[in-house]
C-alpha cells in the first residue's frame, strides 16, 4: 500500500481559514451564494479540514466542486454550443434524470440547475424538486407547484396535476445550448400568454444548420404530456445515440457496502483518529443510512484517493 496521509489537520489551516462561528464541529465561514430559500455557507470540518457542513438539526446538501463552472454562462460565452456537444450533455442529463426518476424524484429542469465538472461532464444541481414513490410513477399525479415558469411545462403553468414528464420538457434547456434563446419568450412577461405559446407550438427563430436536432427538441417540447415521450423513449431516439456505440446508460443504484467491501485503511484511520468503534462503523456502513460515520468514510476515503493519484503522479 502507499503511505497514507495523517488525519491530523493543521493548526495554521484552521486558524487561516475565515470564519464566523463553530457549530459542533465544523467553522462556519463566509456566505458563497443564496438563493429565495437558503444561504450558501462555506464551512470547514475541524477533524478532516474538508469544507463541508452538517449539524444535528440540519441536513445540508454537500456537493463536488464542479470545476468546469455554470452551463449558462459557457452558452452566454459562446452564444450558442456546438450540436455534437449538446447531444452529449442531453444524454447525461437524460440518464441524470431517468437516475431521479428511479428513486421518486421529478425536477422540473432549467439551464441554472446544470454544472459542469473538470471533466466538462454535466452536474445537475437542485433547486425545487418533489417526490413521488418509485413503483408509481406512471400512476401518480403530483399538484405542488414548482420550478421557473420560462422552463415550465405547460401542465405546471395550467396549474393541472403532473408526472414525470415535466422533466422531459427540459428540452427548452437543450433549446437553449442549440440557440443560445430560450424557444418561449414573452416580453413583457405574462404567463398566460406564455402557456398559450407553449400550446399553440409559437417557437423562437431556429438556425437551419441543426434540423436534425431540433426535430429531437420538438418531440421533447410536446405540449400535451400524454403524447409527449417518456426520459426512456427518448433515450432511444437516433439524434441522441447518433456517433454513440451505446444508449445513454441507465445509472445503477449504490448498494449496501458489505464488511468485506470496506476500505481497512480507512476503517483504521477513522477508530484510532476520529474515535469510532470498528462495530458502528461496519453497521453504518452496511446499512448504507445517512450519517455522521457514512459521511466521514466517504469524505476520508476519497482524500485517500487523491492523496495516492498525487503520489503516483510524482513517481
Known amino acids: 500500500r502507499l503511505p497514507l496521509?495523517?488525519?491530523?489537520v493543521?493548526?495554521?489551516?484552521?486558524?487561516s481559514f475565515p470564519h464566523s462561528k463553530r457549530v459542533g464541529s465544523y467553522l462556519i465561514g463566509k456566505m458563497i451564494n443564496k438563493g429565495s430559500f437558503a444561504k450558501v455557507m462555506e464551512g470547514l470540518h475541524i477533524g478532516t479540514g474538508e469544507k463541508t457542513l452538517e449539524t444535528e438539526n440540519s441536513y445540508y446538501m454537500v456537493m463536488e466542486l464542479c470545476a468546469g463552472g455554470d452551463l449558462m454562462d459557457r452558452i452566454c460565452e459562446r452564444k450558442r454550443l456546438e450540436e455534437r456537444e449538446v447531444r452529449r450533455y442531453t444524454r447525461q442529463i437524460l440518464s441524470a434524470v431517468d437516475h431521479l426518476h428511479k428513486h421518486g424524484v421529478v425536477h422540473d429542469l432549467k439551464i441554472e440547475n446544470f454544472?459542469?465538472?473538470?471533466?466538462?461532464?454535466?452536474?445537475?444541481?437542485?433547486?425545487?424538486?418533489?417526490?413521488?414513490?418509485?413503483?408509481?410513477?406512471?400512476?401518480e399525479l403530483l399538484s405542488t407547484q414548482c420550478g421557473s415558469p420560462a422552463y415550465a411545462a405547460p401542465e405546471l403553468l395550467a396549474h393541472k396535476k403532473y408526472g414525470p414528464k415535466v422533466d422531459v420538457w427540459s428540452g427548452v434547456s437543450m433549446f437553449a445550448m442549440l440557440t443560445g434563446t430560450l424557444p418561449f419568450t414573452v416580453e413583457p412577461f405574462n404567463i398566460k400568454q406564455l402557456h398559450q405559446k407553449m400550446v399553440n407550438r409559437e417557437i423562437s427563430s431556429i438556425p437551419t444548420d441543426i434540423s436534425k436536432a431540433v426535430s429531437f427538441v420538438m418531440s421533447l417540447l410536446e405540449p400535451d404530456p400524454d403524447k409527449r415521450p417518456s426520459v426512456r423513449a427518448a433515450m432511444e431516439e437516433k439524434w441522441i445515440n447518433e456517433g454513440f456505440a451505446k444508449k445513454p446508460l441507465h445509472t445503477l443504484s449504490h448498494k449496501n457496502l458489505s464488511p468485506e467491501d470496506v476500505d481497512s485503511s480507512v476503517l483504521a484511520d477513522m477508530t484510532e483518529a476520529l474515535g469510532y468503534s470498528l462495530s458502528e462503523i461496519i453497521h453504518a456502513l452496511t446499512n448504507n443510512r445517512p450519517s455522521?460515520?457514512?459521511?466521514?468514510?466517504h469524505l476520508l476515503l476519497g482524500k485517500?484517493?487523491?492523496?495516492?493519484k498525487g503520489v503516483r503522479a510524482g513517481k
Do not use: C, W
Not at 496521509?5 to 491530523?8: A, H, I, Q
Not at 493543521?10 to 486558524?15: K, Q
Not at 485517500?304 to 495516492?308: C, K, L, N
Open 5 to 8: 496521509p495523517s488525519l491530523k
Open 10 to 15: 493543521p493548526r495554521e489551516l484552521l486558524r
Open 115 to 139: 454544472l459542469l465538472d473538470d471533466h466538462n461532464n454535466i452536474k445537475i444541481v437542485f433547486g425545487l424538486s418533489n417526490t413521488l414513490k418509485p413503483d408509481s410513477l406512471s400512476l
Open 292 to 297: 455522521n460515520i457514512m459521511a466521514y468514510y
Open 304 to 308: 485517500f484517493a487523491r492523496s495516492q
